[in-house]
């Protein structure tokens, strides 16, 4: 069987939702936007959320795009799940999200890290916000 993913009864003003708007949901609500992708894991930051494909092998992010936080090569906000085209082909085993950060950890056990990076928290070996996701050298 199949299943439909449901968000919201939340705060929607970034577009995190991924309804098509920045509106708040009181109850959850349908993400038509995922339809038939057999989403296996969703994970939320504070203004952004991402989405999984295990048979698409694609990550889906949307909501606020400040700092790269979505990793698709700009700051701009989404209010729909766009697939990030540097994880396409990926196969992921989790993805965890910061405030305004997100790593994935690869079925083959690279990370990937992109986003804010004020204080190195990407992992990079720098202090440069990251808007695609990029491998961590150290991990190697």
């Given at each position: 069987?199949?299943?439909?993913?449901?968000?919201?009864?939340?705060?929607?003003?970034?577009?995190?939702?991924g309804h098509g708007d920045a509106e708040d949901r009181l109850i959850p609500t349908h993400v038509g936007a995922l339809d038939g992708l057999e989403i296996v894991?969703?994970?939320?930051?504070?203004?952004h959320t991402t989405a999984y494909s295990g048979t698409q092998i694609e990550v889906y992010s949307w909501g606020w795009g400040d700092f790269g936080r979505?990793?698709?090569?700009?700051?701009?906000?989404?209010l729909t799940p766009?697939?990030?085209k540097a994880l396409q082909g990926l196969r992921i085993?989790?993805?965890?999200c910061g405030d305004s950060h997100c790593l994935a950890v690869t079925m083959e056990s690279e990370v990937q890290s992109w986003?804010?990076?004020?204080?190195g928290q990407l992992g990079l070996g720098s202090n440069e916000d990251s808007l695609v996701p990029q491998k961590i050298q150290a991990f190697q």
């Open positions: 069987w199949k299943c439909c993913l449901f968000l919201g009864k939340s705060r929607g003003e970034d577009g995190q939702l894991s969703v994970t939320c930051g504070a203004d979505l990793g698709h090569g700009n700051s701009s906000d989404l766009q697939p990030i085993k989790q993805i965890a986003g804010r990076n004020q204080n």
